[in-house]
């Protein structure tokens, strides 16, 4: 696999021992195959948990009046020691990095989205490793990702990563229980394959917040955006530079890149939750949206607008059953849309540019 940009996600339990501490071992190993892909001229960007695990591991109990306000408390803590073990790891190879804290409110729209691309794409210019991961001091309720599996999709679309590693505790995708040894893991999963998130074990990590359905829902969303995505076991001694290197015996899922998207629909593909209205079409808008044609939504195709959304906004697209299409960025505010529905000759509500359909 001849990969030149590259995100890789860390999960608590691959960073963590069973006493909830940082194993600067296994993190020290994460690192050294860093170094080994920044020495041949990959570009990595890293996103990584630990910082609540972090945390707990170093107060142990804690004085908290809820569950967030504790979450707080251990990310606050923890997230010092998690970029303190990176700095001085990273110095040992001669490498530099950088911690980035976000929040989804840092997507919510392209301005937003834009500074912090590029602040990670100057980072990288100047050959810093970006280490990114959510702000749990302040990330509660909506401001929330899933987990940390949600992140790094939406970093690896940002850089238009080559792949996405996300680095578990486990081999990768199983057909039955990982525990059980007649299980096996699936080796390679194309985006249109038949779902088979009924046959994924639903037990979430110690540390983490996420489990296996995330992520395998998660891999089918950005293979389907033109990235390659790879679950494994980064416990695994060298998992990643044995992957790269095509060694054999070596145990992963894949999941294989479909065509790029541009930029700008890789931005739209994950925006669904910020999405501030809903746009109604008809059976013959759905069936140019969604026929090999390029086409853009127009106002003849249009049959009700929901919400009140201005210009520049994202709205979704469904069809009259109520059946989701996609998402756009509109170029009429809520009123103006309304005024036009329904109308030949009209200017597109959305532009096939700023448009992004579900597969």
Excluded at 82 to 107: H, P, R, S, W
Excluded at 337 to 342: C, L, P, S, T
Aim: with cysteine.
């Amino acid at each position: 696999m001849q990969y030149k940009k590259l995100t890789i996600k860390i999960g608590s339990n691959v960073l963590t021992g069973t006493d909830g501490m940082l194993s600067q071992q296994r993190m020290a190993g994460i690192v050294n195959q860093v170094a080994a892909l920044r020495s041949k001229g990959v570009e990595v960007v890293m996103v990584s948990s630990g910082a609540v695990a972090a945390g707990r591991g170093v107060l142990g109990k804690a004085k908290a009046k809820d569950t967030i306000s504790e979450r707080q408390l251990f990310s606050s803590v923890g997230q010092v020691n998690l970029i303190n073990a990176y700095t001085n790891l990273m110095e040992n190879q001669g490498l530099k990095c950088a911690q980035l804290l976000v929040t989804k409110d840092d997507f919510r729209d392209r301005r937003h989205y834009l500074n912090l691309r590029n602040c990670i794409e100057v980072l990288l210019e100047n050959g810093i490793i970006p280490i990114i991961n959510e702000n749990d001091a302040i990330s509660v309720t909506e401001l929330m990702f899933t987990d940390n599996d949600e992140l790094s999709g939406m970093i690896a679309s940002m850089q238009d990563a080559d792949a996405l590693f996300i680095l578990s505790n486990v081999d990768g995708i199983f057909n039955g229980d990982p525990a059980d040894p007649a299980s096996e893991v699936i080796a390679r999963v194309q985006v249109h394959d038949k779902d088979i998130s009924k046959v994924i074990q639903t037990h979430k990590s110690n540390f983490g917040r996420g489990g296996m359905i995330t992520k395998y829902n998660l891999a089918r969303k950005v293979a389907a955006e033109g990235i390659d995505v790879i679950i494994a076991n980064g416990i695994r001694e060298n998992i990643l530079t044995d992957i790269l290197s095509k060694k054999e015996g070596i145990r992963y899922t894949r999941f294989k890149a479909e065509k790029k998207h541009s930029p700008v629909k890789k931005w739209l593909a994950h925006s669904g939750e910020f999405a501030k209205g809903t746009l109604v079409v008809n059976q013959g808008a759905k069936q140019a949206l969604l026929s090999d044609k390029a086409s853009s939504l127009l106002p003849v195709g249009l049959t009700k607008v929901k919400g009140e959304f201005r210009k520049g906004d994202i709205v979704r697209i469904i069809d009259e059953e109520g059946h989701h299409i996609g998402l756009g960025k509109t170029m009429h505010g809520a009123e103006k849309a309304k005024d036009v529905i329904g109308k030949k000759g009209e200017k597109p509500i959305i532009h096939y540019d700023y448009l992004f359909l579900d597969n």
